[in-house]
């Protein structure tokens, strides 16, 4: 009779122990390969250049999820010239104007809004999901408009293409005085 009660017993603590263990393990969570962004904030603040000329700094933040986590370039260094996947954020400013968004086109911006989210090294094991914020800086030398606002999106190094999102208002009028 003893016998059995420490085999039963063995069994008990054996069970237990992998109900534990097994209870612990994080579920792994299932996001979609294709990378979705969700725009956070824009803030201005004044500043100072390198070459310490006064400038607004406005700064975007929003948050981003990717399933298989390829967020972010390799080095530039490492890109064949005429490589057009040399940037993996794009935006587009719209100027607002009797209340309505009109594209400001690059002949007007004087460059192309395109930006290098750097590389983002993949996880280890099986979850490969990153989540995150990204912060982008501008500097507004001038200001030419009242109120503006950005569409942007994103590519993960796959090029699968995120959702584009848009800022709220962006108003320069209290820096304008």
């Not at 607004?56 to 996947?85: K, M, Q």
Request: include cysteine; charged fraction near 30%; charge should be negative.
């Amino acid at each position: 009779m003893r016998l059995i009660f420490m085999k039963t017993g063995i069994y008990l603590a054996v069970i237990s122990f992998l109900a534990i263990l097994l209870s612990g393990c994080p579920e792994i969570e299932q996001l979609p390969d294709r990378p979705r962004i969700e725009f956070e904030s824009f803030t201005i603040s004044e500043s100072v250049d390198d070459l310490g000329n006064d400038i607004l700094l406005g700064e975007l933040v929003f948050l981003f999820e990717d399933g298989d986590g390829d967020i972010g370039l390799i080095p530039l260094d490492s890109i064949a010239a005429g490589d057009t996947s040399k940037y993996n954020l794009f935006l587009t400013m719209f100027k607002k104007t009797d209340g309505e968004y009109i594209e400001v086109g690059v002949d007007d911006l004087g460059a192309p809004l395109f930006y290098r989210i750097p590389y983002v090294e993949p996880r280890e094991g099986q979850n490969k999901t990153l989540q995150g914020n990204i912060k982008i800086e501008f500097e507004y030398l001038t200001i030419e408009y009242d109120t503006i606002r950005y569409d942007f999106f994103m590519f993960d190094r796959e090029r699968h293409k995120s959702n584009t999102e848009s800022t709220t208002d962006i108003s320069f009028t209290e820096w304008k005085e």
